[in-house]
């Protein structure tokens, strides 16, 4: 009789929105091909000011989050490439949940922008680390595409205020 070590994986599954790329994982920040300094692939400047960087460290899972730092007093937008295949979302019930690492309350959260609606989550309240919401990812809820989307985007909001920082760990 032969005895085999056995060996327990955890289970785990990555739900991160692909954005047009079905190798890269957009929505977990971990493509960074025009530096460290410029908003990874599949994201984009919308509004405000600020700076974007390349973090190792503070990260949720993979090798690495994106921090988000606004400007004293100024507000600063990220959004999302459109999602591929957006008008096949037309009319049905969808939840986008972030990862979110912040110490400040009240001032970060994520939308999502379908042409006609644009769909807010509650800000993160700055405690429980990644889970800012009482212990719970950030989330928009349930919500209802419109009949006729144009675009499908997300929008990783950062309100005015003093200068804060905001780590995205994962978007989904």
């Known amino acids: 009789v032969r005895r085999a070590a056995r060996q327990a994986l955890e289970h785990k599954e990555d739900y991160s929105i692909q954005l047009g790329d079905p190798l890269g994982h957009w929505g977990s920040f971990e493509r960074w091909p025009d530096g460290t300094t410029t908003v990874p692939d ?8 600020g700076t974007v960087a390349r973090e190792a460290t503070i990260k949720y899972s993979g090798r690495y989050s994106l921090a988000q730092t606004n400007t004293v007093s100024n507000p600063y ?3 999302s490439d459109n999602i591929p295949g957006f ?4 009319g049905e019930v969808v939840t986008l949940r972030a990862k979110i690492y912040t110490t400040t309350g009240a001032r970060v ?10 769909f807010s989550s509650g800000y993160h309240d700055g405690n429980n680390g990644w889970d800012g919401n009482d212990g ?7 919500v209802t595409i ?7 985007r997300v929008q990783l909001d950062m309100a005015s205020g003093a200068a804060i920082t905001a ?5 989904w």
């Open 42 to 49: 599949g994201w984009n400047v919308l509004s405000g000011s």
């Open 77 to 79: 937008v990220l959004r």
């Open 87 to 90: 008008p096949k979302f037309a």
């Open 109 to 118: 959260r994520i939308q999502l922008v379908d042409g006609v609606n644009t």
């Open 136 to 142: 719970e990812p950030i989330t928009t809820g349930a």
């Open 146 to 152: 419109a009949a006729a989307p144009t675009l499908l």
């Open 167 to 171: 780590y995205w760990g994962k978007v």
